[in-house]
Protein backbone atom coordinates (compact mmCIF):
# COMPACT_ATOMS: atom_id res chain seq x y z
CA UNK A 1 0.00 0.00 0.00
CA UNK A 2 0.81 3.49 -0.56
CA UNK A 3 0.74 6.61 1.25
CA UNK A 4 -0.30 9.73 -0.05
CA UNK A 5 3.29 11.62 0.60
CA UNK A 6 4.52 8.30 -0.87
CA UNK A 7 3.11 8.85 -4.36
CA UNK A 8 3.76 12.82 -3.87
CA UNK A 9 7.32 11.93 -3.65
CA UNK A 10 6.90 9.73 -6.82
CA UNK A 11 5.29 12.56 -9.07
CA UNK A 12 8.14 15.12 -7.60
CA UNK A 13 10.94 12.86 -8.70
CA UNK A 14 9.49 12.19 -11.69
CA UNK A 15 8.59 16.23 -12.70
CA UNK A 16 11.31 17.94 -10.41
CA UNK A 17 9.79 21.87 -11.32
CA UNK A 18 6.25 20.42 -10.35
CA UNK A 19 4.35 21.70 -7.02
CA UNK A 20 2.41 18.32 -6.34
CA UNK A 21 -0.48 17.83 -3.22
CA UNK A 22 -1.69 14.35 -3.02
CA UNK A 23 -4.73 13.37 -0.76
CA UNK A 24 -6.19 10.06 -0.13
CA UNK A 25 -5.92 8.07 2.85
CA UNK A 26 -6.78 4.67 2.51
CA UNK A 27 -4.16 3.18 0.29
CA UNK A 28 -5.25 2.92 -2.63
CA UNK A 29 -7.51 5.59 -3.87
CA UNK A 30 -5.65 9.26 -4.26
CA UNK A 31 -6.42 12.93 -5.96
CA UNK A 32 -3.84 14.89 -6.97
CA UNK A 33 -2.93 18.37 -7.76
CA UNK A 34 0.04 19.03 -9.96
CA UNK A 35 1.51 22.52 -11.26
CA UNK A 36 4.26 22.44 -13.48
CA UNK A 37 6.15 24.40 -16.18
CA UNK A 38 6.74 21.23 -17.66
CA UNK A 39 2.98 21.05 -18.72
CA UNK A 40 3.08 24.55 -20.97
CA UNK A 41 2.06 23.80 -24.43
CA UNK A 42 0.49 20.12 -23.76
CA UNK A 43 -2.79 18.89 -23.50
CA UNK A 44 -4.79 17.77 -20.47
CA UNK A 45 -4.07 14.11 -21.65
CA UNK A 46 -0.09 14.52 -22.56
CA UNK A 47 -0.38 15.97 -19.14
CA UNK A 48 -2.35 13.81 -16.96
CA UNK A 49 0.11 10.63 -19.04
CA UNK A 50 3.06 12.77 -17.84
CA UNK A 51 2.27 12.32 -14.24
CA UNK A 52 1.04 8.66 -14.50
CA UNK A 53 4.44 7.72 -16.19
CA UNK A 54 5.78 8.83 -12.85
CA UNK A 55 4.25 6.38 -11.14
CA UNK A 56 4.90 3.63 -14.08
CA UNK A 57 3.19 0.14 -13.22
CA UNK A 58 2.47 1.03 -9.80
CA UNK A 59 -1.14 2.63 -11.39
CA UNK A 60 -3.73 0.02 -11.88
CA UNK A 61 -1.70 -2.40 -9.77
CA UNK A 62 -0.19 -1.05 -6.03
CA UNK A 63 -2.41 2.54 -6.51
CA UNK A 64 -5.57 1.73 -7.57
CA UNK A 65 -7.38 4.94 -8.90
CA UNK A 66 -5.73 8.55 -8.98
CA UNK A 67 -7.60 11.65 -10.06
CA UNK A 68 -5.62 13.99 -10.95
CA UNK A 69 -6.08 18.05 -11.55
CA UNK A 70 -3.05 18.96 -13.86
CA UNK A 71 -2.16 22.99 -14.65
CA UNK A 72 0.55 25.66 -15.64
CA UNK A 73 2.04 28.24 -13.31
CA UNK A 74 0.16 30.33 -15.32
CA UNK A 75 -3.28 28.72 -15.32
CA UNK A 76 -2.85 28.54 -10.93
CA UNK A 77 -1.92 31.96 -10.30
CA UNK A 78 1.20 31.79 -9.70
CA UNK A 79 3.24 32.80 -12.83
Known amino acids: MYSAEAIR?????????????????????????????????KGIVEQHRMVYATLGERMGGEIHALSLKTMTPEQAGLA
Not at 14 to 37: T, Y
Request: charged letters at 20%.
Open 9 to 41: ELIQAGLPDANVEVMGDDGQHFAARVISASFSG
